[in-house]
């Protein structure tokens, strides 16, 4: 998949998810739309008390602003796959939505 394949509101959450990674200078930033198209962001969380991958992050603040289901995922890392915690969140809320995980540039590399 080429940038010039994908939605818009797919380029979206990935410029989210990207501009999120680089304000913190996490190791990742991910975005998730709901099914009322809603954005949320977040970057990995390491605390000594709590450690979320960012994709799980952004799905605890869909779900904690209300969202019951999410039509796609973007993840921004330097990671070559997208780790099963983080799939897991995201197929806890929709088993079918898309997961697009992309690199530092935002270029997509593969839609889980």
Do not use: F
Not at 14 to 30: K, P, Q, W, Y
Not at 45 to 66: D, Y
Request: hydrophobic share 50%; glycine share 6%; no cysteine.
């Amino acid at each position: 998949m080429t940038d010039l394949d994908l939605d818009p509101e797919d380029r979206k959450i990935v410029t989210l998810a990207r501009s999120a990674r680089a304000r913190t200078g996490a190791a990742e930033g991910a975005a998730v739309r709901d099914t009322d198209g809603r954005t949320y962001a977040a970057t990995t969380i390491a605390l000594p008390s709590l450690k979320l991958t960012a994709l799980q992050a952004a799905v605890a603040a869909a779900v904690s602003s209300g969202a019951e289901g999410l039509e796609a995922a973007a993840v921004v890392t330097a990671s070559d796959a997208v780790d099963q915690e983080s799939l897991a969140a995201v197929r806890d809320l929709t088993a079918g939505a898309r997961v697009l995980r992309a690199d530092a540039s935002g270029a997509v590399l593969e839609t889980v």
